[in-house]
């Protein structure tokens, strides 16, 4: 792994306007990084990637890299780009197991983030370097939001996600109630009354999309954020049909080859899928097919009924009547982004949400309610793990200095 690192980092040509770096939405100084690695200052390294990007290791893992820092490296022009990513990946994990420091000095003001994705995760580390004390309420029994319950372990694992726990908020001194819903027995208006100065709220997108065709309630029919929480409370049989062809319908697809699932098809409107070009050669490479131009219209039990769509040049369809087709399956599941639930906008008053159900807030964080700040899947709908980071990072800036300009406790 080493020799590999460094073959890649030796490939680099420290380009004076790196396009790299402009490629990379949280900014990562790559030719630097890769510099201080070359000059055997690994630790320096590691220390400059998690002050820019409290989630790099799991950036390395989970990043569209093709269309972001390698994508835009002048290597890959007429050849193979940096692997940054197996760059930043060795020296982030490496560098993580030096990262024993405490938490800072207090400086006596409580803070509350609701939801523990990324989002939720960036803007607790960042505020828990100021000092604040932090809490965060999760409605799940773990940390990590999508990025443990909508990303599968063969492409981040736990153990990933355990270390981030331990490292970065444990030893911060970050605290976490986990199993617990704001908006439920505890609602904002109580974390107010308890003395948290800001509420910073990261509860992610967890409704699943639905079709709005016959047969969604038929009892093989799943839906895709739903089956990757827990595949393995799922029995669904040989042949599946997958709806949807985005990165999440590729995690979904290749989970169920894993799980026993050996001939599954994926459909798309479209011509050509929506996950990134790796996510797709992975799944064809893993046996996973694809159909393309199809719109279902209907789910019987015996599996789906699509009919094909001709698609112009201006992004309109063009249904083709008379095509339709039953296509059989043991399983059917909808995998077609998803949208947030509404529970914690109906229990607070003053808090504003969208026509989508997606809370109202400005490119800094702020919402409708004064205290109350929001950023990532929750307000912009479901985006990268790295420009959720990106937006966090401005966000938790201006908690900061919203709560520094609230008057004083005697």
Excluded at 229 to 244: A, E, Q, R
């Amino acid at each position: 792994m080493a020799l590999h690192v460094m073959d890649e980092a030796n490939r680099c040509l420290q380009c004076k306007k790196p396009q790299c770096q402009k490629g990379c939405p949280i900014g990562t100084n790559i030719p630097e990084a890769i510099r201080l690695l070359k000059e055997n200052k690994l630790n320096e390294a590691g220390w400059m990637l998690f002050e820019n990007n409290p989630l790099t290791t799991v950036c390395s893992l989970v990043c569209n890299h093709e269309k972001q820092c390698e994508g835009h490296c002048v290597l890959g022009k007429k050849g193979a780009p940096v692997h940054f990513s197996v760059i930043e990946n060795y020296i982030s994990s490496t560098y993580a197991n030096q990262m024993t420091k405490g938490p800072a000095p207090s400086n006596g003001m409580r803070v509350a983030i609701i939801g523990s994705g990324p989002a939720g995760i960036t803007i607790a580390i960042i505020l828990a370097r100021y000092g604040y004390q932090v809490t965060i309420f999760e409605g799940k029994d773990k940390i990590g939001g999508v990025l443990r319950y909508g990303i599968p372990e063969f492409r981040l694992p736990k153990s990933v996600l355990d270390d981030i726990e331990y490292r970065h908020l444990e030893l911060k001194g970050i605290k976490v109630r986990p199993n617990t819903t704001i908006g439920g027995a505890i609602t904002i208006e109580d974390l107010f009354r308890d003395g948290y100065k800001a509420i910073f709220v990261g509860t992610g997108v967890w409704k699943p999309n639905s079709l709005k065709i016959k047969g969604e309630s038929l009892g093989h029919v799943h839906f895709g954020i739903n089956y990757l929480n827990n595949p393995d409370s799922y029995k669904l049989g040989n042949k599946v049909i997958v709806i949807g062809a985005g990165n999440a319908a590729m995690d979904v697809a290749r989970t169920a080859i894993r799980k026993g699932s050996h001939d599954l098809t994926c459909y798309s409107i479209t011509k050509k899928v929506a996950a990134s070009e790796y996510e797709f050669s992975y799944a064809q490479l893993e046996g996973v097919k694809f159909e393309y131009n199809k719109k279902p219209v209907e789910i019987v039990d015996e599996g789906v009924i699509f009919r094909d769509v001709i698609e112009h040049e201006d992004g309109t369809f063009e249904e083709v009547e008379g095509s339709d087709t039953l296509h059989t399956a043991d399983s059917v599941i909808i995998s077609i982004s998803q949208g947030p639930q509404s529970r914690l906008v109906n229990t607070t008053e003053g808090l504003k949400a969208n026509a989508r159900g997606l809370l109202a807030a400005d490119e800094r964080g702020f919402t409708s309610r004064p205290g109350i700040f929001a950023s990532g899947d929750v307000v912009n709908g479901a985006r990268t793990v790295v420009e959720a980071v990106a937006h966090s990072k401005v966000v938790a800036e201006a908690m900061h200095e919203y709560m520094q300009s609230l008057p004083k406790e005697d």
